[in-house]
């Protein structure tokens, strides 16, 4: 495990300058063509401003992870399938992306699509783990140790696995840094779960991924020169997942990317309570919109939900001691 840890190390140092070094390329060249972020109407006013600020920047964080992964790890099965999937989700969001800010249409792919393709890929993702890399079809329970085996239901809980964390994922990205720092923390904590398994290979895959994310934040973090947009965001949440999967460790990543959880539940309790009462819990969400409407900062937010996606690794790796 040693050398996967130093391997891993390289891998997180390359992204980190593949990144560095393509942002000044990539940021003028999407500002040609003129692919600037909308700005929701009803949003915080302060975000006015960011109007226009190029977005498809996750084309940065894509890039970084697979050259990273390729160059360290690129014989591994595992790191293959993970890219493949951080890929696909990359292009789900890259097509939305590019049918918002290219075509015009604000909407992006419509719902029905969007989902038919996330349940697709993950449905072969599964398939991929099930047959390809005979990972099993047994779950199990942090801070308790008990494995369900779950046979073929295993498939569309994976499939649910993965929709849920790229579009948490998505969700958590509305603010400067925000969803790359926060899935900094995850993927670190995911690192441990690898070296905690035994997963060597996977461990330089999250150097990769930790790698790009820190990158990226040199150019989006506040003042944002460039967004990842959709394109960013699914594959991050994507490749969260795929690592969960491998290792076992699909219930923990609910604790482990708890801000990705409580971003996507503070907008299922918005659109009930507006529905069934036309009244709303909070003042916007997702959740980091109502902190700063109630009068925070945008900085001060982002480290709020820095400082909270680390407790909720701290915490989940508690409940991985039992998980092997």
């Not at 498809?56 to 697979?66: C, E, K, R, S």
């Not at 792919?109 to 969007?114: D, H, I, N, T, Y």
């Not at 991924?209 to 990842?228: E, I, K, S």
């Not at 400082?307 to 039992?322: C, D, E, K, Q, Y």
Request: glycine content about 10%.
């Amino acid at each position: 495990m040693h050398d996967y840890i130093i391997n891993a190390g390289w891998a997180a140092a390359v992204a980190i300058v593949i990144a560095l070094s393509m942002g000044p390329f990539m940021i003028p060249f999407l500002r040609r063509l003129k692919v600037g972020q909308s700005i929701r109407e009803d949003g915080p006013r302060n975000h006015y401003v960011k109007a226009g600020t190029p977005t498809m920047g996750g084309i940065v964080i894509i890039t970084a992870v697979m050259v990273a992964s390729f160059l360290f790890a690129g014989s591994s099965r595992e790191v293959l399938i993970a890219v493949l999937i951080t890929l696909c989700f990359g292009g789900i969001g890259f097509w939305d992306d590019y049918i918002k800010v290219v075509l015009k249409r604000s909407l992006g792919l419509r719902a029905r699509e969007k989902l038919g393709l996330q349940i697709l890929i993950s449905s072969i993702f599964g398939l991929l783990l099930m047959f390809v890399l005979e990972r099993g079809t047994e779950i199990v329970i942090p801070f308790s140790g008990f494995v369900l085996e779950m046979g073929w239901l295993y498939l569309p809980f994976v499939v649910l696995v993965l929709i849920s964390s790229a579009n948490g994922a998505n969700l958590t990205d509305g603010l400067d840094g925000l969803a790359a720092g926060v899935t900094f923390f995850i993927v670190l904590g995911l690192a441990i779960v690898c070296i905690m398994s035994n997963h060597g290979n996977l461990l330089i895959y999250c150097g990769a991924l930790a790698g790009a994310c820190l990158g990226f934040l040199f150019f989006n973090r506040h003042p944002a020169r460039v967004f990842m947009g959709d394109t960013g965001s699914m594959a991050l949440g994507a490749g969260v997942a795929s690592v969960a999967a491998m290792t076992h460790s699909e219930i923990a990543l609910i604790v482990l990317a708890g801000v990705y959880v409580i971003e996507t539940l503070s907008v299922i309790i918005q659109v009930i309570s507006f529905q069934a009462t036309r009244r709303r819990v909070f003042l916007m969400a997702p959740l980091h919109h109502h902190f700063e409407l109630k009068g925070m900062p945008e900085t001060k937010v982002v480290y709020l939900f820095y400082v909270l996606s680390a407790s909720f690794v701290m915490i989940g790796l508690l409940g991985f001691r039992n998980i092997g």
